[in-house]
């Protein structure tokens, strides 16, 4: 499904540079749930944002289900990201006005789906999240557990291939934070690829595989006995 | 880009983001409001100034005599010029071929009294063509005529507002008696003059009857000539000097003392006047630029802090599949909208304001019936439109670009 070969990611600081991916290789297959860890300043979040299509590499090739990515100029990176990814952000990233209906039809907006069909899917997908009873609630009026799962609805909305998640439990407490992780499982049981960055030995546990960054390469590749969580 | 979808979209943005779209269309609104209501002062302020010039005949020459300041042919200097009768009827011979009227004038305060009411007036002994020089307007009985010059009689026509002091709204003072000093006059006629209350309180006499009062001498202050207008301004330049001329002639005054004789030319003024007008209307323009720079320097301003407080919904956006094109289409759509919208309703208060005002500002602030010509108010709202468009894309375009993860960062 992800297959990276000799990735290069730098940035300029001013006069100098400052190199954070060293050569990375990786793949993940279809259906892995894989803990991408590392202590900050392991360039763990820029291999994230390299896979999301956000920031873009220096060097090295990336495959995502069989298609290379490159030249990606931004109108082509915003459809591929629309198609292929999914995103959950720490900060949860709603938009603040929009109620968690909205929020959750907005990718849909993008790909041109008809207003109607895109609060029925909308819907269908907040039900999966256990939210749609609030689904006419601003994120102001939802707890950050609850953000949290909107923010996972809809990054699955657009039934992505990949779904990416940046410290999705950075900003909750460890109840909520299982909770959030119990609704991965569930997805990657349903057969989705979910790469997961933390920092956390306990979330990272309750993934299937487990890769650890330090100073920008892969020290560590391991698949876990994963701790499931009913 | 324009499917209906999209429009759902910016109008759910903009209602519900009401205090934003609020202020960025307050400030269009004003902008152009401001530009159209001084632009009409402006404009009002002009019509005013050209009533002003407006009230007296524009083909008028007034002339006064003073005191020499050469001696010439024998006389010394600081010799009295006066006008006098015999001077009237030679300008008559001699100027046929410019002159259209000409009256002397004789000013005097008098004591003006009937019955128990009794005030100090201005008083103008004249030939019937003042009254045309002045454009009185007639309301009751008659003007004084050439039948009364030759006659003597002690006739007079009043302002108006003499009229009012003397005997009140209701008296019609035609065929009353008043007297002018120590002497009874006839009340022969009533005027009015739009050119303000000065010109509504005299009284007009024969000129002939007040060289009677005085000792029966012949002499007058001032002489009022008009030419034909169609000689135009360069006619009315060569009257002046030939004018001139013949009257140093007959007065024995040196040609280079300007002091024995003064000549006002209206036409000249008249020039003057609208070199005058033409500054205000250099003055009106660059206000109005001014306003329209400053409402749009204002939109800009507002479209760059909007599109800031947008930056990480943006880079959302951008996240879940957003391409450059519809961040800027959302945005300069929007930014459109706003202008369009409040732009006209800053234009209809404007123009309905100006349209409102009247004369109610005439009196204090000299502004009269102020007024925007439609092409005008139009084309700066259009103005303002296509600036606010601008400076809606510029902040857009760089929004677009801004890498969604630095978006995402902006907290």
């Given at each position: 499904m992800i297959d990276i070969k000799n990735l290069h990611k730098?940035?300029?600081?001013?006069?100098?540079?400052?190199?954070?991916?060293?050569?990375?290789?990786f793949k993940a297959d279809e259906g892995e749930l894989v803990a991408i860890m590392g202590?900050?300043?392991?360039?763990?979040?820029?291999?994230?944002?390299?896979?999301?299509?956000?920031?873009?590499?220096?060097?090295?090739?990336?495959?995502?289900?069989?298609?290379?990515?490159?030249?990606?100029?931004?109108?082509?990176?915003?459809?591929?990201?629309?198609?292929?990814?999914?995103?959950?952000?720490q900060s949860f990233n709603l938009i603040n006005?929009?109620?968690?209906?909205?929020?959750?039809?907005?990718?849909l907006y993008y790909r041109g789906i008809s207003r109607k069909d895109r609060q029925k899917q909308a819907l269908d997908y907040l039900e999966k999240v256990g939210l749609n009873q609030w689904s006419t609630h601003l994120p102001s009026e939802l707890s950050g557990g609850q953000k949290q799962r909107v923010a996972i609805a809809r990054a699955l909305v657009s039934k992505p291939k990949v779904l990416l998640a940046d410290e999705p439990t950075g900003a909750l407490d460890s109840k909520t934070s299982t909770e959030v992780m119990s609704l991965i499982q569930q997805i990657n049981n349903e057969g989705k690829t979910i790469l997961v960055v933390t920092h956390e030995k306990d979330i990272a546990k309750m993934c299937k595989r487990v890769v650890v960054l330090k100073d920008g390469v892969i020290v560590e590749d391991k698949k876990i006995n994963q701790k499931l969580i009913h | 880009m324009f499917s209906r979808d999209t429009w759902i979209e910016i109008f759910i943005t903009m209602s519900k983001n009401r205090l934003r779209t609020f202020l960025s269309g307050f400030t269009v609104a004003l902008g152009i409001f401001i530009?159209?209501?001084?632009?009409?002062?402006?404009?009002?302020?002009?019509?005013?100034f050209q009533e002003f010039f407006l009230d007296e005949a524009t083909n008028v020459l007034t002339l006064f005599a003073g005191k020499t300041s050469m001696p010439h042919k024998g006389f010394k200097s600081s010799r009295q010029i006066r006008f006098q009768n015999d001077d009237i009827e030679e300008i008559k011979l001699n100027f046929n071929f410019f002159l259209e009227d000409i009256s002397p004038i004789?000013?005097?305060?008098?004591?003006?009294?009937?019955?128990?009411?009794?005030?100090?007036?201005?008083?103008?002994?004249?030939?019937?063509?003042?009254?045309?020089?002045?454009?009185?307007?007639?309301i009751k009985g008659r003007f004084l005529n050439e039948q009364d010059i030759i006659n003597r009689e002690r006739y007079v026509v009043m302002g108006r507002l003499v009229a009012e002091d003397i005997f009140g709204l209701k008296e019609n003072p035609v065929g009353k008696y008043i007297s002018l000093g120590s002497s009874p006059f006839k009340v022969v006629g009533v005027f009015k003059d739009s050119g303000g209350d000065n010109?509504?309180?005299?009284?007009?006499?024969?000129?002939?009857?007040?060289?009677?009062?005085?000792?029966?001498?012949?002499?007058v202050d001032q002489i009022k000539v008009s030419f034909r207008p169609e000689l135009g301004y360069i006619g009315a330049i060569a009257f002046e000097k030939q004018l001139r001329n013949f009257l140093e002639e007959k007065k024995s005054i040196n040609p280079k003392d300007k002091k024995g004789i003064f000549i006002r030319n209206?036409?000249?003024?008249?020039?003057?006047?609208?070199?005058?007008?033409?500054?205000?209307?250099?003055?009106?323009?660059f206000v109005g630029f001014g306003t329209l720079l400053a409402g749009i320097i204002g939109?800009?301003?507002?479209?760059?802090?909007?599109?800031?407080?947008?930056?990480?919904?943006?880079?959302?956006?951008?996240?879940?599949?957003?391409?450059?094109?519809?961040?800027?289409?959302?945005?300069?759509?929007?930014?459109?909208?706003?202008?369009?919208?409040?732009?006209?309703?800053?234009?209809?208060?404007?123009?309905?304001l100006l349209k409102n005002l009247g004369t109610t500002l005439a009196e204090d602030y000299f502004i009269k019936n102020p007024y925007i010509d439609i092409y005008t108010a139009v084309f700066a709202t259009i103005i303002l439109i296509i600036f606010g468009g601008i400076a809606g894309y510029i902040p857009a375009k760089r929004a677009s670009k801004i890498k969604p993860i630095e978006a995402l960062r902006d907290e």
């Open positions: 730098s940035y300029k600081m001013g006069n100098s540079s400052l190199h954070v991916l060293k050569g990375i290789d202590s900050s300043g392991s360039g763990k979040s820029t291999l994230l944002n390299i896979l999301g299509m956000l920031d873009l590499a220096d060097q090295g090739s990336y495959y995502l289900d069989n298609i290379e990515i490159k030249d990606l100029d931004e109108t082509k990176a915003a459809k591929y990201r629309n198609q292929f990814l999914g995103f959950v952000f006005y929009k109620n968690a209906l909205e929020n959750v039809a907005l990718p | 530009f159209i209501v001084l632009y009409g002062f402006g404009n009002g302020l002009k019509n005013q004789i000013r005097r305060n008098s004591q003006v009294s009937y019955q128990l009411e009794s005030d100090n007036y201005r008083t103008e002994a004249i030939a019937p063509s003042q009254h045309f020089f002045e454009k009185n307007v007639l010109e509504e309180r005299v009284l007009y006499l024969p000129y002939t009857t007040r060289q009677l009062l005085e000792k029966n001498n012949d002499y209206v036409a000249k003024d008249l020039k003057k006047n609208q070199e005058f007008s033409r500054v205000l209307q250099y003055i009106v323009t939109i800009s301003n507002i479209m760059v802090f909007v599109v800031k407080e947008r930056t990480k919904e943006l880079g959302i956006r951008k996240a879940l599949g957003a391409t450059p094109k519809s961040v800027i289409g959302t945005i300069l759509i929007e930014s459109i909208f706003i202008t369009t919208l409040f732009g006209c309703i800053g234009m209809f208060c404007g123009v309905f």
